[in-house]
């Protein structure tokens, strides 16, 4: 950075300042704009995630809140910036500024510009893919950052809008049942086990089972929780988990129910297994982390992050990209 740019960077940031003092926020008047956001279905049905921990269901904001929160709060100023990029690597900050309170949150973090895939690892050269990969790493970072210098109060009365949104747009119809079915079958949830989650037939559905099983699905996008963790399978189905990614095409069907899982056996630390380390260690909800993303990818036996193979820790790193990437395309 030049002299110059320097300068100016100082410059806008003094001036920032300056203007942030000068016309506060009015807190009752920024509240009611964040509730208002609140009541759109869209920004409710995913602003809320849901997942169990020691037999608790825990919910949290997503970070879709989170950037509609700071958005409407005022005189913050939020975001993800590369510091510097060099030998394959990134190097980047998500921060969250309060410029009325001087309130910061910063996060530093590291990126290496490479892809993983099952047949190795991949060198990444386009400008826009380190662009994507550096976004999706800090969208995490980024969510922390702004919660930290949120007032919690603000946040929960957000978070009870948004239950409120969902409870009042729940669609029970045949072809929201239709749509439910289809977006668990993705992870391997047949309907009879939500019927068994539900207790009911999935015609008689109620809307608060309906905002209940939104949250799961949630959940399950964020990689907070398994599907194995709220759908356990039904009795005289197979036991067996094939992993779609790799089982080849009709074993699925053609899997018994007595076959025994395979015991994955520890293997050498790999870039994979070092990239998802760092993805796991940015979440906000770290213990159990690693088993969840595993099990959501049907490793339902590794028993930690050293026990996952190099292909498994690669998909656990796109599958969670891809929900990111799903999230903010659904946000624009």
Avoid at 67 to 77: K, M, P, R, T, V
Avoid at 142 to 162: K, S, T, W, Y
Wanted: net charge negative.
């Amino acid at each position: 950075m030049t002299a110059i740019e320097s300068s100016r960077a100082v410059q806008e940031v003094q001036a920032a300042m300056i203007v942030a003092k000068r016309f506060p926020r009015d807190e009752v008047a920024a509240v009611d704009r964040i509730i208002n956001a609140c009541t759109r279905p869209a920004l409710a049905n995913s602003a809320v995630y849901q997942y169990s921990r020691g037999g608790t269901d825990i919910t949290g904001p997503s970070i879709r809140l989170a950037e509609a929160i700071a958005q409407n709060w005022g005189n913050l100023q939020f975001g993800i910036r590369e510091l510097e990029s060099r030998d394959g690597e990134s190097t980047a900050e998500a921060f969250a500024w309060d410029l009325q309170t001087n309130t910061r949150q910063t996060k530093t973090f590291q990126v290496q510009h490479l892809r993983y895939t099952r047949n190795g690892s991949k060198q990444l050269n386009d400008p826009r893919d380190i662009y994507e990969l550096v976004a999706n790493n800090g969208a995490r970072r980024l969510r922390a950052c702004i919660l930290g210098v949120i007032p919690g109060d603000v946040v929960e009365a957000a978070l009870a809008q948004c239950e409120t949104t969902m409870a009042a747009n729940a669609d029970t119809s045949p072809e929201a049942q239709q749509k439910i079915v289809a977006a668990f079958g993705k992870y391997g949830v047949t309907k009879e086990q939500l019927e068994a989650r539900i207790q009911r037939r999935m015609d008689s559905i109620t809307a608060a089972q309906v905002i209940a099983l939104r949250k799961i699905m949630s959940s399950l996008k964020d990689g907070m929780s398994s599907p194995e963790e709220w759908f356990p399978k039904l009795q005289g189905a197979s036991s067996e988990s094939v992993d779609p990614f790799t089982a080849p095409a009709g074993a699925a069907a053609t899997s018994e129910a007595t076959t025994e899982p395979t015991q994955p056996q520890p293997g050498p630390e790999s870039p994979a297994h070092t990239a998802l380390r760092d993805l796991i260690t940015s979440c906000d909800f770290q213990t159990g982390s690693v088993l969840r993303i595993a099990k959501g990818l049907g490793i339902t036996s590794a028993p930690s992050l050293a026990m996952m193979s190099a292909t498994a820790c690669q998909e656990a790193i796109d599958r969670w990209n891809e929900v990111e990437a799903e999230m903010e395309g659904n946000d624009q």
